[in-house]
């Protein structure tokens, strides 16, 4: 047995990147930022930010698209995946990407768009992927990259 589950809390770096594929699928990307706080040897206080590529898709993807902007704070469950793609160059690089089945967006009631407050969805409110979406020529290379 085996498991690949990512559970990450932390702020929208900039506001997502959304396509529109074939088939009415849609694919939302953005990054994420978890800081880390803590008192070095001489007692300063010293924090470590770690970014994580974000990728949501179908109805989560279109939630993304319209409520999450830069700033929010957000509650993010998913799975981790890397892939490779060819550069400009044709130098192949590697990028690693955390697949959001749930989110939730954190923070008081003003800062949320609907006003409600916390309000989270999951990758079940949509249709099961049948295939992977990267196999679309149309969505791989550099010029994909929202990072």
């Known amino acids: 047995m085996s498991v690949n589950k990512v559970i990450l809390v932390g702020n929208v770096g900039k506001d997502p990147e959304t396509k529109y594929l074939d088939n009415n699928l849609v694919v939302s990307k953005f990054p994420l930022a978890t800081s880390e706080t803590y008192k070095n040897k001489s007692g300063e206080s010293v924090t470590n930010t770690e970014w994580h590529n974000i990728v ?38 590697y990028i690693t990407e955390i697949y959001g089945d749930v989110v939730q967006m954190l923070g008081r ?7 409600g407050g916390a309000s989270s969805h999951n990758a079940n ?8 979406p990267f196999d679309n020529d149309d969505f791989n290379g550099a010029d994909d990259l929202p990072f």
């Open 125 to 132: 409110d949509a249709p099961a992927e049948k295939n992977s």
């Open 56 to 93: 949501l898709w179908r109805g989560l993807a279109e939630m993304a698209d319209k409520y999450i902007t830069k700033g929010k704070q957000l509650y993010i469950e998913g799975k981790l995946k890397t892939r490779s793609y060819d550069d400009a160059n044709g130098s192949k690089k």
């Open 109 to 115: 009631k003003n800062e949320t768009s609907n006003g």
